[in-house]
């Protein structure tokens, strides 16, 4: 799922799309597979995406992934919690990432400049994530995933995700809602891909209702598609968890409640309610 349109064959979630099947089997492969709709747990591929295993926190070259931190995903669905401070009082944290530069992006999407390799972070930042349905709120603990929580802070403060549709939405076996694609397509990227992080090997399920992750469209293809899961999915742990919703999980709720339009299987497809990020901030 995860993949570029991966959440969730080259990222499912960013590119492609993919058809779940109703057995867990059938489940698992198709995260692997899809790419660009594959769900947010794949990105830029058709078929469904499929993490990697977990690696070390940080690395020199290639984005390091890292340890799961215990965290929950579970929350409240009360979308006018109040926010937290951004990193207030949190040590900082730092860590050597890779970004690596490819050549794919959203269509019609300038190039976007890679994320600094060096990040140093705020332990937990909270962001808000502004839809046409209503705000939802999550945390992004950078001590679990640095890299990931680096780019997806990069692309939010240069107005990446402004204005973009969330794409994807399944409803049968998995329970994600997959957005972060400016050409809405499952297919989109910025332009450079990192490493997995944090992969939930030691959680059941591996992605709880209330966790927000990448799409991929296979192991070290992260890029900018991730993916909100709205009720419990026993995904297989391939996808970096970065976040935990904290508050609007009753947004996912409606949108979820509406349907998909089916466009890639049953239960899998465009969410029937058009959902636009205006601001991620």
Not at 149 to 156: D, P, R
Not at 228 to 242: G, H, K, M, T
Request: hydrophobic share 35%; net charge positive; charged share 15%.
């Amino acid at each position: 799922m995860p993949k570029a349109n991966r959440a969730a064959s080259t990222r499912s979630t960013r590119r492609g799309s993919a058809r779940w099947g109703l057995t867990a089997v059938v489940v698992a492969l198709l995260l692997v597979a899809g790419a660009g709709t594959a769900f947010a747990l794949t990105r830029h591929r058709t078929d469904q995406p499929k993490l990697a295993a977990p690696t070390p926190t940080t690395a020199a070259t290639s984005p390091a992934p890292g340890e799961a931190d215990g965290i929950d995903p579970s929350a409240g669905t009360d979308s006018k919690a109040k926010p937290s401070p951004s990193g207030a009082g949190s040590p900082a944290v730092t860590a050597q990432c890779g970004y690596q530069a490819t050549s794919e992006r959203a269509a019609g999407q300038p190039a976007v400049t890679m994320p600094n390799p060096r990040p140093k972070l705020a332990a937990h930042t909270h962001v808000v994530l502004t839809t046409n349905y209503g705000v939802i709120q999550a945390d992004l603990p950078a001590g679990a995933a640095p890299c990931t929580v680096n780019s997806f802070l990069t692309l939010a403060r240069s107005g990446y995700f402004t204005g973009t549709q969330c794409h994807r939405l399944t409803t049968e076996a998995l329970y994600v809602l997959q957005c972060g694609d400016p050409s809405a397509t499952g297919q989109g990227g910025p332009g450079y891909q990192f490493d997995d992080e944090n992969l939930p090997t030691a959680s059941k399920p591996a992605y709880p209702r209330g966790t927000l992750a990448m799409a991929n469209a296979g192991p070290g293809t992260n890029g900018s598609q991730f993916f909100l899961v709205y009720r419990d999915s026993a995904i297989d742990p391939n996808y970096s968890v970065f976040g935990k919703i904290t508050a609007g999980l009753d947004v996912l709720d409606r949108i979820a409640a509406a349907g998909s339009d089916n466009s890639n299987g049953p239960g899998d497809g465009h969410p029937k309610l058009e959902v636009t990020i205006s601001r991620v901030g």
